[in-house]
């Protein structure tokens, strides 16, 4: 661990500049995200989802985008797990994505509200059925004795659900958030990044700025 000091990279790949960005920034972050598709990278859907609980302390983990709709970025995860606990407390989240093989980053900070029960169902109908299952049989976040439980639990539900479709469980669905700034940073040369910033105005459009890196 002595020589972490030492771990540097020159990020030189790309640059970023008003023009390329646009006015629209769910437009570009479209554009990015279909450009990290096309390069193949490994989980391009992954994020960091950052949340705040009600003891005030941040709590962060991965979790995997799974739509764009109408300006929100989508997950879904069981509303009884810590991460739903705090966004019932808090709705104000952060979402970061980093695409290392691109030198990229996103930053987007929003509230996130409960999907529509029918926009939930579609997207849990669309999963494998061992994940239906699996949806029933681990009580997210809760501390269990050990790995029997999850399990048992699991063969349980896999007879109950057994030769019939497996349903949601009202404990499990999606999240939008709706953002309120988003930031693109390019790596640059040098740790002289790019970074271009949009913030939503009361007026519904968005207001760009360049920040140093």
Known sequence: MKD????????????????????????????????????????????????????????????????????AFVFFTNYNSTKGQNIAHNPNVCLVFFWKELERQVRIYGQASKLPPEKSDEYFHSRPESSRIGAWASPQSSVIPDRAILNDNYYRYEQEFAGKPVPRPKHWGGYGVQPYSIEFWQGRSSRMHDRILFTSTKDGQWKRERLAP
């Open 4 to 71: 972490l000091a030492e771990i540097r990279r020159d990020y030189q790949l790309a640059a970023l500049d008003e023009t390329t960005v646009g006015d629209d920034p769910i437009a570009f972050f479209t554009r990015w995200f279909m450009e990290c598709r096309e390069a193949l990278i490994d989980e391009v859907n992954a994020m960091t989802l950052a949340t705040v609980g009600p003891d005030g302390k941040p709590d962060a983990r991965i979790v995997l985008l799974k739509g764009l709709e109408d300006g």
